[in-house]
Each structure stands twice: as C-alpha cells, then as structure tokens.
C-alpha cells in the first residue's frame, strides 16, 4: 500500500495536490471540480472521482504517477503542443504523436526510486523518455533521461527553448567548482554548510534549492549574483537574525515564501519578475502575495485588490498584526500562511472563503484551511460541513483545550494539531478514532497527532501501525520516552520534532525508514539505535546532537 495513501484513501483532494492545481493555472469551477482552458482543449479535475478528462476520455488521479503524467501533459501543451500531438492510452502510457504516426512513447514514473529503475530498466532501448516531476517548496521541478540508440541525454526536449519535435538532446557538465562550505549538485545549491556571516553565493549557481539556509541563525547578510534564476520555498526561514539579501534581475521564479520568519529581514529587489512594494513581495503582476515581513509592526493590513493567491508562509510570526482583510479577488490561501500569528483574526470580503468562529473556510464550507491565533475561546468544534482539516491548520494553537471533529471530517491533514499542547481531542468522523488521547485513521495504520497533554502520563502507540504520521508529536513537550512497535515500518518527516524533553527511544528493527527532520530539536535525545536497514533521510537529527548506533 502506498503510504501516502493510508489515511481515508484519499490521496485526491491531498492539499499539496490542490496547490499543484493552482500552480499549473487550473481554475476552481465547484467543490473539489478544476478546469484548465488550452485553448483547442480543456482538461477538468474532478477530485471527488479520483480522475481527470483528457481528449473527451477519463483517466485516473489515484497514485502520484497519474499527477507525473498531468503535469508533464501541462508542460509540453505550454511548450506547444497541439492536442493531437498527445496520446494517453488507458494503461496511462503518454506518447507524442506526428502526423498521426507515433513518434515518441513518454513513461511518467514518481520521483525518486519509481524513477531510478524505470531509466535502468529501459537502457538499451530506443525513442524513449522516462519522465518525472515533483512540486517542491512551491516550485515544480522535473528531470527526465531520453533515452535514444542506447545513448542517455537529460537536456533539449522539455526546456523553455525548445519547440516542439525540435529536440536538441545533449548533456550539461558542470565545470564550476564550488566552495566546500557549499553542497552543490549540478549547479544547484542543495544546502549551505559554512559558518559565515555574510555570505556571497558563488558565481555559476542556477538555483538555490527549498531549505538551502534552514535555520541558519548566524547568517546576517546574503549576496545572490546575477545568473541565479529560482530561489525555493523556505530557503532562508528561520535565519533569525539575517538582515539583508538582494534579489537580483535573473530571478525569475520564487517559490513559497524563502524569507519566512526572518524577524529584521530588509530586501533589495532588482528582478523584474517581482515587485516590492513596503517591504511586501508580490509576483510582477501583485496577483501573488509572497512575503509580508514578520518585523512589520502595522496592526491591520488589507490585502491588495490585484491578490488572487496569499501564499504558504507568507505571514508567518509576525506578532504585530491583529487584523488581515481578505479582499473580494483572493481566490486561494496556502497552508500556513497565518501561522505563528499570536495575535490575528481575519476579516473576509472574499466571495471564495467564509470566515467564522476564528477559522477560514473554502466557499462551500467543505474545507477548513486556517484557524486563528487570536480568537479567544478554549473549546472549538469543526463545522458539521467541512470533509478536510487542512495541514497545519491549527499550528500552535496553545489556547485551544478541545477540539471535536465531527463526523463528516474525512481528510486530515498531516498534522494540523501540532503544537496545541493543551489540546484534547474528541473524534465522531468514523474515518478516525482516539485511542488514548491520540489520533490514528479508522483503520489504526497511521498515527496522525499526539499532543502534549495525551503524552503527559507516558504513550503506548497502538500495535499494527504502519506509520508515524509527519509531525504527529510535533512540540510533544511532555514526552520523555516512547517505544515505537514492532508493526511500525516509517517515521515521517518531522515526527518527532521539537520534543524537547525526548530522551529515549526504542526502534524495531522493521523501521525501513526515518523522514527528514524526525528528531530535530530533541536536545535530550543524546543516543538512539537503529536497525542497520534503516534510512535515515538528511537532517533527521537536525539541532539534536543525537549519537547513531547501528544493530
């Protein structure tokens, strides 16, 4: 079974997948409906049904392979394309078709291992690309290996400059040598692993990859040169006391808000792709809100009337503020994009939200994408209408004691409690149960929160999980030991983070792996052991100090 597909089978309306809606333009005709216009074709959504209409055919959206192939038909319709020139078979096979021959079969596969053995599998072969993408930090990245005569190329098919049947194949060797003080993997900047203050980012660099100075709090001022085209989601956050960074004119695409919870931030914007107006970022067009800075000190802001999209991380921390309007022309909010905001409540003129008891709601009442920090009241219970509690919808929310979900709540977000240490939860959805004080899905295979006070008195996890959900313990403050059974085979990303009095852990030698940022801030955790089959993704101990020693 798919592991992202654990909680209610409803990877459908999964939130990273509606903002990758946004990001390729569709529009939201109706509850969970989407319709992209191409001009000579239009492609619908339907999430509710699991599938989309391509050509006047239905083909499914059930696995994240099926999201590949929407996206990589997206990009060769902008390159374009005709319709005609685009074939999908039922067993979601795509090909380019020219003069109603086919010319070229395209395999979409899911990023990462799904990906790696379909290019070792199909070497030798002839006219083929093995083709994937992701969204990462709000940017869509891609790479694929056309495979042609038994020679491999990765360039000249699906760039900006190529027209279509115009391929030009060939490969891209770096020849730039970086400081050790930077990881780089094909001109891109992975992370920065330096001590410096200030810190220019050499010359040859082409994109400085989502999380590259996580919560580098040294770092004070920051020279992007000229050549780097994409700055990723949550690139700076948390460099808490970083005071300068420029934007230079080759920027062309910003992903989720890279500057999010810088608390003395001062940008210099030179690129003609975005537009700095009051220290606030916006896209060229001020359709986007990217950035609103945490150390801005006005109580109430109003969103520009060009708004259509608030989004991720956008607000994040800042203190100050007790009032954001929501204009009549904003038509999407990110996840998180008010969180950290102690202080906020929201006012709603958009026709596309509905703003009540403290929490925003989509239009129909279906989907509840934020609650605020502000709203004083200790007991809260979801709308009877609302189906999806968004990710992080009621991030830190420490004031809430209780919680109900209702019985129609039939997707959670990865965990949308995180950080609500005094919260109880009262569960009526029959998709979820709680056990103990912790949320699992119906079906017991995945924990999805434990909070601070259901961990007070110790935590026995139920057997038969598969999962640990991502940032399920999240700020879990009072847990001190845990021993994680037998059945268990993941631990997500963030999991365990911010315990900060986490000092034992027992893993089973079943664990087949252990996501990003799992442990992160556990200073207590000083020892952990580890079957010698497990995974350990980069930063998983990130600000712990945690000694790993393998069975």
């Known amino acids: 079974m798919n ?104 395999i979409c596969e899911q990023w990462g291992e799904d990906y790696e053995r379909a290019v070792s599998a199909t070497l030798g072969n002839s006219d083929v690309i093995i083709y994937t993408s992701k969204l990462s930090g709000g940017l869509i990245d891609f790479k694929y290996e056309y495979l042609e005569k038994g020679k491999r190329f990765s360039t000249g098919v699906f760039e900006d400059n190529i027209y279509p049947f115009s391929f030009n194949p060939h490969n891209i060797a770096s020849k730039n040598v970086y400081s050790d003080d930077f990881l780089v993997k094909n001109d891109v900047l992975l992370k920065y692993i330096g001590k410096e203050k200030n810190v220019v980012i050499p010359h040859g660099i082409e994109k400085i990859e ?94 520009p009337l060009t708004v259509e999209w608030i989004g991720k991380h956008s607000f994040y921390k800042n203190r100050h503020l007790k009032k954001v309007v929501i204009t009549e022309n904003v038509r999407f909010v990110g996840n998180n994009a008010f969180s950290d905001c102690e202080n906020i409540t929201l006012e709603n003129r958009s026709p596309n939200f509905v703003y009540t008891d403290g929490s925003l709601l989509n239009k129909e009442q279906t989907t509840l994408i934020h609650y605020s920090l502000g709203t004083d009241q200790d007991e809260y219970v979801i709308p009877r209408s609302v189906r999806t509690v968004g990710r992080n919808s009621f991030w830190n929310c420490r004031r809430l004691k209780r919680i109900v979900i209702t019985e129609n709540v039939r997707q959670i977000g990865y965990n949308p409690f995180a950080n609500c240490s005094n919260l109880e939860i009262i569960c009526l959805s029959p998709y979820y149960k709680v056990e103990d004080g912790i949320l699992y899905d119906k079906d017991g295979l995945e924990l999805i929160c434990c909070t601070s006070r259901a961990a007070f008195n110790g935590v026995s996890i139920s057997q038969g999980v598969l999962s640990i959900g991502r940032n399920s313990f999240t700020g879990c403050e009072s847990l001190k030991e845990i021993e994680i059974p037998p059945s268990v085979k993941t631990i997500s990303r963030g999991a365990f983070s911010g315990c900060s009095n986490l000092q034992r852990v027992v893993l089973p030698d079943g664990v087949s792996s252990i996501g990003e940022w799992a442990f992160a801030y556990c200073p207590k955790l000083k020892n952990l052991e580890i079957g010698k089959g497990t995974k350990i993704a980069v930063n998983t101990f990130f600000g712990s100090n945690t000694e790993v020693r393998y069975r």
């Open 210 to 303: 989502s999380g590259a100075f996580w919560n580098c709090t040294f770092l004070e001022e920051i020279t992007i040169p000229d050549g780097v085209r994409s700055i990723g989601g949550d690139a700076f956050i948390y460099c808490d006391n970083l005071k300068m960074i420029n934007i230079p004119s080759s920027i062309e695409k910003i992903g989720d808000d890279p500057f999010a919870g810088s608390a003395n931030l001062l940008i210099n914007n030179e690129s003609p792709h975005f537009h700095l107006i009051k220290e606030i970022l916006f896209d060229s067009d001020e359709k986007r809100l990217i950035h609103y800075g945490s150390h801005m000190k006005a109580e109430r802001y109003e969103i």
């Open 3 to 106: 592991k992202d597909r654990i909680v209610a089978d409803t990877l459908f309306i999964d939130m990273k997948y509606v903002i990758l809606y946004w990001i390729l333009e569709y529009r939201e005709m109706g509850p969970d409906i989407f319709e992209k216009d191409y001009g000579t074709l239009k492609i619908r959504i339907e999430s509710e049904k699991q599938r989309f209409m391509f050509k006047d055919e239905w083909y499914p959206l059930t696995d994240h392979k099926d999201f590949v192939i929407l996206e990589c038909i997206d990009r060769l319709l902008r390159i374009g394309y005709l319709p005609d020139n685009l074939s999908l078979t039922n067993e979601r096979n795509l090909a380019l078709v020219k003069d109603d021959v086919p010319f070229l079969q395209i």
